[in-house]
């Protein structure tokens, strides 16, 4: 009876699942650990509405426009490219820090998933979190009165561009820092950028030649091809915003892969 048994059970699949169903199980417990901390909830999610509600219906910040509806075109986009700045690179490069101090990337290396493959599934994780920060940001503008326009496939592509060069970005600065180092310099950065990095305030309202400046930054770039592609009204910019974004994400690509180092 056993000997039949064993005939008609399936044998054992030998070997390693699959990468990239690790990858897709790393990435979805790297999902869980940023949303379930409250410091990153904070950072991704509170702060980005907190600004879209308090900016959308007072007039603290001058936008110099005459409606709110062309206030709300300015700052939606605007917010979401805070979004992506604050989930893939200042979440990031805090959390991939203190993984690095804590020796988890190091311990992670020695599995199938790679060193590599555990990079790979913190970004996943990053673009889960972005799908609920957009969700939540876009309704909210909608309940201010902000109505989409423009290219719902170009403004997805600039999403993509700057979680790729912002992403790549907060991994260099982790991969190179001590996680305290990491958590003070992603901080400061985040704030500059959101101060002064034509992010909230458009860079074309900075005077020269600091507006040349704010349109070769990550951020600047990143929001003005969002305001352009969410407006659809003049879409010049757009390609010189993209190829800054390319050009960051090149540059951070090739510092992690040069400089990264597994441990602290």
Not at 128 to 134: E, N, R, Y
């Amino acid at each position: 009876m056993n000997a039949q048994l064993g005939e008609l059970s399936p044998a054992p699949m030998p070997g390693p699942a699959p990468h990239g169903a690790v990858i897709r199980s790393q990435a979805t417990l790297e999902w869980r650990l940023m949303m379930g901390n409250g410091e990153q909830i904070l950072l991704t999610l509170i702060i980005p509405i907190v600004l879209l509600i308090g900016l959308g219906v007072t007039n603290f910040v001058s936008f110099e426009v005459a409606t709110k509806a062309e206030r709300l075109s300015l700052l939606v986009p605007g917010i979401v490219a805070l979004a992506i700045m604050s989930s893939a690179f200042t979440s990031l490069a805090i959390s991939t820090g203190f993984d690095r101090r804590g020796e988890a990337i190091k311990f992670l290396g020695t599995t199938p998933l790679s060193r590599t493959g555990l990079l790979a599934a913190k970004v996943i994780a990053v673009l889960g979190i972005q799908a609920i920060q957009l969700t939540a940001i876009l309704a909210v503008g909608v309940a201010l009165g902000w109505r989409p326009a423009g290219s719902a496939p170009i403004a997805l592509v600039f999403v993509l561009l700057g979680t790729w060069a912002f992403a790549s970005l907060g991994l260099a600065l982790a991969g190179v820092l001590r996680a305290e180092a990491t958590l003070a310099a992603a901080n400061a950065i985040y704030l500059l950028l959101l101060m002064g990095g034509g992010v909230v305030i458009p860079g074309s309202k900075f005077p020269e030649p600091w507006s040349t400046v704010v349109a070769a930054l990550p951020s600047g770039a990143l929001a003005n091809g969002l305001r352009e592609s969410m407006t659809g009204v003049d879409l010049s910019a757009a390609p010189y915003a993209a190829a800054v974004l390319i050009v960051w994400g090149a540059i951070g690509s090739f510092a992690v892969h040069r400089w990264f180092r597994w441990t602290s």
